[in-house]
């Protein structure tokens, strides 16, 4: 299987010279911070259950600010979630509380059931059969209407990746107006894993987004209970906005890759010295290596390649730039 090449989302000599402190040429604006896309970047969320992360109010408050260009929110399935109009009813409920205490810039949520991607007999990529999900076609259409040259969408993935392969398989001009940012995956030396969370789930998805998008794999987590802790809960402002928080405090999962919000924080944080991301990677998916229907290629160091493993996260900035949204009297402005 040969990787795509890399259209007008793709790195090349522009984001070399960006990263290394250098210019942009043809006009392309440098990236803010370490990855191929930034908070200027449309974005869409993709993510299963709203209850046991921060990724939804941390992108509609930045979304408000912006600090984000929240063009679309997807709720998946997936296998730690299977009922994707279970998690599209609670993501609506977090967007009418938005909405309800004032915020603004926040788009409707579109639910997308898909099953995990069936690999086919002869491995080939494109004989893979479409889910043709909902989520999917929502991918190709934004990225068809927002994406500009050297402004690619960038979808922001906190679920298996099959909605994202599945938009690929739908157009396969979309990984030249897509960029992926997933929240997914574990750190190793030299290489990084596609594995749990999240890529454990779908593994021909991952060999398809891996190899197809320019791809950035967040596998740095963090103790995402102290973005609001029980003694933060009377701070929470008075309106349904801080009323949905409070009641889905208790809920928010205790374990150490459940962060599934570091994907949003990576592309909207890019600018120091609030700079979420601190180290990356750059790395290239192995192909060479037999299928493993447990987790995707590894990527592997590759100073050319298309993939960006962010490696190092600056965990406080969660918090501080969370409460300092929450408590700015103009965020819930009318």
């Known amino acids: 299987m040969t990787r795509r090449p890399l259209g007008p989302v793709a790195i090349g000599a522009a984001l070399a010279a960006a990263a290394c402190g250098g210019s942009l040429d043809a006009g392309r604006d440098v990236p803010h911070g370490l990855l191929p896309v930034d908070e200027r970047n449309p974005a869409i969320l993709i993510n299963d259950q709203w209850s046991d992360n921060w990724s939804g109010e941390h992108a509609v408050l930045l979304a408000n600010s912006g600090g984000l260009k929240l063009a679309g929110i997807i709720a998946a399935a997936s296998s730690y979630w299977p009922v994707a109009s279970d998690n599209a009813a609670g993501w609506s409920r977090l967007v009418t509380a938005a909405r309800d205490s004032g915020l603004k810039h926040i788009p409707d949520v579109t639910m997308s059931p898909g099953e995990p991607l069936t690999r086919p007999a002869d491995g080939q990529i494109d004989n893979t059969p479409p889910n043709n999900s909902e989520g999917a076609k929502v991918i190709v259409d934004l990225s068809r209407r927002l994406s500009r040259p050297g402004r690619p969408v960038v979808v922001l993935a906190c679920v ?32 990084a894993a596609m594995n749990g969370p999240n890529g454990d789930l779908d593994a021909w998805s991952d060999w398809i987004v891996a190899q197809k998008f320019t791809y950035v794999q967040v596998s740095a987590y963090y103790d995402q209970t102290s973005d609001v802790a029980a003694s933060d809960v009377a701070s929470l402002p008075k309106n349904a906005f801080g009323t949905w928080m409070a009641n889905k405090q208790a809920d928010i999962y205790d374990i150490p890759n459940a962060s599934d919000q570091i994907a949003v924080l990576s592309v909207a944080l890019s600018t120091l010295p609030s700079r979420f991301v601190t180290a990356v990677q750059r790395s290239s998916p192995d192909i060479t290596v037999a299928f493993d229907s447990m987790q995707g290629p590894p990527l592997v160091p590759d100073a050319n390649g298309n993939a960006w493993v962010v490696t190092q996260i600056a965990p406080p900035l969660a918090k501080s730039r969370l409460w300092d949204m929450l408590l700015d009297p103009s965020t819930f402005s009318p």
């Open 160 to 191: 298996p990746l099959t909605t994202v392969a599945d938009a690929y398989l739908i157009d396969h001009s979309v990984a030249d107006r897509v960029v992926v940012v997933a929240a997914l995956g574990e750190l190793g030396s030299p290489n």
